[in-house]
């Protein structure tokens, strides 16, 4: 199931990109594996998958650990400052920065391990009150500027959740607004590349739109199961 799963959302993400022509090449898959047993991961990294993935720290932690290959961990979900230290060695990827102090944390812990750590910030796209993320632009250029004073930080981009609705306008001002966000901090010299957009439900839109990181859990493994 899953390989047909991975064979249809590949074939959409393909016929999206002929249609906005976009490159497949510079768009990665992330499959979202969270609360996914071992061997459902390892059948979908058989499939030729180079991304996973999780969020929760100690989900990724422990499965990093029996999980092993030639691919990279996403770290997408809300970080907490004092989970950090479970995350720092296998996520290749953070993607939910959103405050000076966990950008901080993660910054200490990367410098004792000798690692340079790529980070997205977490945009509030929506006014959706649940959602995390940064909200105004004084906010976002000063921990754009935080992290560029990091040494153990590489900031290559951002990261949003669209709102949770039918409303395809409103899902795509999301996206846009987060592209245009990165091209506004680009423009002060930044060189972010990356905007991680796209679920299960819009990564059409999010790939018409710039994506360049897809995350996506359950057009993969089907609807998850939450014990
Ligand atoms: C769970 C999750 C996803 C994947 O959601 P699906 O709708 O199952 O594709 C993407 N991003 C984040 C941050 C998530 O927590």
Redesign the pocket.
């Known amino acids: 199931m899953i390989s047909e799963n991975l064979k249809k959302v590949e074939e959409e993400i393909a016929e999206t990109c002929l249609k906005t022509s976009r490159n497949r090449s510079e768009i990665k898959l992330i499959a979202?594996s969270?609360t996914q047993s071992a061997g459902a991961i390892n059948q979908i990294l058989e499939c030729g998958i180079k991304n996973l993935?999780e969020?929760k720290a100690q989900e990724l932690r422990d499965k990093s650990e029996i999980i092993l290959g030639d691919f990279f961990w996403h770290f997408?979900?809300h970080l907490q400052t004092n989970k950090v230290k479970y995350v720092i060695k296998a996520a290749d990827f953070i993607?939910?920065v959103d405050s000076e102090k966990l950008a901080s944390e993660i910054n200490a812990r990367a410098a004792q391990i000798n690692k340079i750590q790529n980070v997205l910030l977490e945009i509030k796209t929506s006014a959706e009150e649940s959602k995390h993320g940064l909200r105004t632009e004084d906010e976002i250029y000063k921990l754009v500027e935080h992290c560029n004073n990091s040494s153990n930080l590489k900031l290559i981009g951002l990261m949003t959740?669209a709102p949770f609705t039918d409303d395809e306008k409103i899902i795509r001002q999301s996206f846009v607004s987060l592209r245009l966000l990165k091209e506004k901090i680009n423009q002060r010299g930044m060189h972010l590349t990356e905007l991680s957009m796209g679920?299960?439900?819009d990564f059409k839109i999010a790939i018409q739109e710039g994506s360049t990181m897809l995350?996506?859990?359950?057009?993969l493994f089907g609807e998850?199961n939450y014990k």
């Open positions: 979202v969270k993935g969020n997408i979900g993607h939910a959740m679920m299960t439900n995350r996506i859990g359950t057009a998850r």
